[in-house]
């Protein structure tokens, strides 16, 4: 087995529990990872054997645009929408980092991980 890890895809989404939130929304950051057997790609070279970059960055992309109160909720869309596209993939994992979210206090952000 062997590891795909693809971090830091940064967006501005509408995530929150907070009026405020879905009004000016707030700035997210998507990593994700993949366990595969990622063999055939590393002998053929050819992009129909690996993890699309490009398929994964719009899968995030159109999911974080669906405003959500729970970044719990929107990693699970996210998860599910993957491991439908990349069957071959044995196991993903998906993490969003909610950066300064609005507390009553200093917080500098709050990280849901998700694996399945």
Known sequence: ????????????????????????????SVDVSFEADFTAAMNSDQLEDAVDYVLVHAIVREEMAIPSALIEHVAARILKRLKIQFINVSTCTVAITKFNPPVNGQLGEAIFIVKG
């Open 1 to 28: 087995m062997q590891f795909l890890h693809i971090r830091n895809i940064v967006v501005h989404a509408y995530h929150g529990c907070l009026k405020q939130e879905s009004k000016i929304g707030g700035r997210f």
